[in-house]
């Protein structure tokens, strides 16, 4: 429960400060337009791809705001106090980096709402694909934590977000024709986590290696739990916490 008001309290935080709350608003929507104006170009409306790769790139967009949020509480001065508390400090930086993902799941009925407007193909929202949208939300928020708390160790967290964004949605094969993508992500899955559920996603695969989901996430769990505290008792040493 602690947890919980903790993440709560963080999540207003979170959703108060304009850049984050429209972010993944304008991420979702001018990734969606450009889709839109190639399949219409091209007479592929017919194609659901357009407004779920749209949603999976504005989650990955809210998620990558998670450096930023570092950079937020640096800023007023709360870092410290977040990381240096009774509470486990793991958990304290979860539930401070947590909202960046769970706020980017709006990107999925954002996206679905603009093509509904569009007349854009939606295809079968079934369980499986709900099923799909929260694995990929588990990896993503996953990744974000680990991803992020590296940045308690530099005081330039906000202008780092951009190197974190395009590199991993390449490695995931999110961009790019299914000649191409399909054989990387039959490498990725296996350490990017965020791989199989986009690839369910995307190109509807049938051929689900749930396997290599549960691998890679291990990893990237198996990392927050070494990583995370020598990082802060590092960035401890280096004074990086407070405002340089």
Not at 155 to 179: C, D, H, M, Q, R
């Amino acid at each position: 429960m602690r947890f919980l008001r903790l993440f709560w309290f963080q999540f207003k935080m979170y959703i108060s400060n304009q850049y984050f709350f429209w972010l993944t608003i304008t991420s979702t929507f001018s990734i969606f337009l450009l889709q839109y104006t190639i399949a219409y170009a091209n007479h592929g409306l017919n194609d659901p791809m357009v407004w779920i790769r749209s949603a999976i790139y504005g989650l990955w967009a809210s998620c990558t705001t998670a450096a930023g949020s570092i950079g937020y509480q640096r800023f007023q001065g709360t870092l410290p106090y977040i990381i240096n508390t009774r509470y486990d400090e793991r958990g304290s930086l979860i539930a401070l980096l947590l909202p960046a993902s769970s706020y980017g799941l709006l990107s999925f009925p954002l996206s679905f709402v603009l093509a509904k407007l569009f007349s854009v193909s939606t295809g079968k929202i079934d369980l499986k694909f709900i099923g799909m949208v929260l694995l990929l939300w588990i990896a993503a928020a996953t990744m974000d934590i680990l991803i992020a708390a590296f940045f308690t160790l530099t005081p330039n967290a906000l202008v780092y977000e951009a190197l974190i964004n395009i590199p991993i949605l390449l490695l995931t094969g999110l961009f790019g024709n299914k000649s191409f993508s399909l054989p990387l992500m039959n490498i990725s899955q296996y350490f990017v986590p965020m791989t199989l559920p986009i690839k369910a996603l995307i190109y509807a695969d049938k051929t689900t290696n749930i396997l290599a989901y549960i691998c890679s996430l291990a990893i990237w769990i198996f990392l927050i739990i070494v990583i995370v505290k020598k990082i802060n008792n590092l960035a401890r040493k280096k004074g990086s916490l407070k405002i340089i």
